[in-house]
Nanobody, 124 residues
Framework: QVHLLESGGGSVQAGGSLRLSCEAS????????MGWFRQAPGKEREAVAY???????GYADSVAGRFTVSKYNAKNTLYLQMNSLEPEDTAKYYC??????????????????WGQGTQVTVSS
């Protein structure tokens, strides 16, 4: 069982930046697949970004070039740097992890572990 705790959400104006953090309860160097998802009111949850073995990353088209996912194993923490935020980025953001998918990590895998989420609100 991996426990995940997100932080860093808040309210910003369009064009601003936020950095989300997700602290894991175990050594993230042995977690081959981690990701960020978001869900806005009345909408389905969508994948935002993932990071796999060797630091391979992937992004949703809507955030590519603006968001950066990274992992700092010394602190067992996953990050999501969000720049040039838009009102459409308003959502609750969730961190996810799985011990599987060392080869097939991606936005469509069925993650086993989820955090409680952190709210991001972007005003125009």
């Amino acid at each position: 069982q991996v426990h995940l705790l997100e932080s860093g959400g808040g309210s910003v104006q369009a064009g601003g930046s936020l950095r989300l953090s997700c602290e894991a309860s175990e050594d993230t160097s042995v977690i081959p697949c981690m990701g960020w998802f978001r869900q806005a009111p009345g909408k389905e949850r969508e994948a935002v970004a993932y990071i796999g073995t060797g630091g391979s990353t992937g992004y949703a088209d809507s955030v590519a070039g603006r968001f950066t996912v990274s992992k700092y194993n010394a602190k067992n923490t996953l990050y999501l740097q969000m720049n040039s935020l838009e009102p459409e980025d308003t959502a609750k953001y969730y961190c996810a992890a799985d011990h599987r998918y060392a080869i097939t990590c991606g936005s469509t895998v069925a993650f086993s572990y989820w955090g409680q989420g952190t709210q991001v609100t972007v005003s125009s």
